[in-house]
């Protein structure tokens, strides 16, 4: 069971816009930033959205990263069939001296 | 090229142990927060380790508090992770990744090293 709660699939069309939800508590969303993580198949993960909403260089603007209160979104727009992936959110965990935590990963199809 | 390169996964028995190493290569590893992150097969990511910059802070998963340590080597800019007492439970590929950050935003990971703990 995780920290972080994901949605364990989600799908779109090429060019819809999909969403991914994180829930968490006040001792991690709640409190500090979250960051969005894209995994490919056999690949390592890659960091897409850091600080909740910030894209690092060389990720597209098609991918925006939101908070409110205790969650987090991931918003995916001009879905393309190479966003097929899996996607993880993480944040600082203040409890039990401080730890990151992670969503169980949702796994992004594209029709 | 910025790079972070994992070393010393294997197979080893239940009740072994194990030292993954991860060399930096273009940047300082000592002046980042430094993680390793696992995943089992077929399963999500999991932490299991961070150190701070200049090593003065180090957190563990309960998953493997008492059982694993988190060191580095400033000369040979390299992160280690010793696993003792290793468990079935264990067996993941082990990531290295960099935390520019301090707030679990990684924007470098390494290759990942398997370890398989079976009899």
């Known amino acids: 069971q995780s920290v972080l709660t994901q949605p364990p699939s989600a799908s779109g069309t090429p060019g819809q816009r999909v969403s991914i939800s994180c829930s968490g508590s006040?001792?991690?969303?709640?409190?500090?930033?979250v960051n969005w993580y894209q995994q490919l198949p056999g690949t390592a993960p890659k960091l897409l959205i850091y600080?909740?909403?910030q894209r690092p260089s060389g990720v597209p603007d098609r991918f925006s990263g939101s908070k409110s209160g205790t969650s987090a979104s991931l918003a995916i727009s001009g879905l393309q069939s190479d966003d097929e992936a899996d996607y993880y959110c993480?944040?600082?965990?203040?409890?039990?001296?401080?730890?990151?935590?992670f969503g169980g990963g949702t796994k992004l199809t594209v029709l | 090229e910025v790079r972070l390169a994992e070393s010393g996964g294997g197979l080893v028995k239940p009740g072994g142990s194990l030292r993954l190493s991860c060399a930096a290569s273009?940047?300082?590893?000592?002046?980042?927060?430094m993680n390793w992150v696992r995943q089992a097969p077929g399963k999500g990511l999991e932490w299991v380790s961070s150190?701070?910059?200049?090593?003065?802070?180090?957190f563990y998963a309960d998953s493997v508090k008492g059982r694993f340590t988190i060191s580095g080597d400033k000369a040979k800019n390299s992160l280690y992770l010793q696993m003792n007492s290793l468990r079935a439970e264990d067996t993941a590929v082990y990531y290295c990744?960099?935390?520019?950050?301090?707030?679990?935003?990684?924007?470098?990971w390494g290759q990942g090293t398997t370890v398989t703990v079976s009899s």
């Open positions: 993480a944040a600082w965990d203040d409890t039990l001296n401080g730890r990151v935590v």
């Open positions: 990744a960099r935390d520019p950050y301090d707030t679990a935003g990684m924007d470098v």
């Open positions: 600080s909740n909403n």
């Open positions: 150190i701070s910059d200049g090593g003065n802070h180090i």
């Open positions: 273009e940047f300082t590893f000592s002046s980042y927060s």
């Open positions: 006040s001792s991690n969303i709640g409190g500090n930033t």
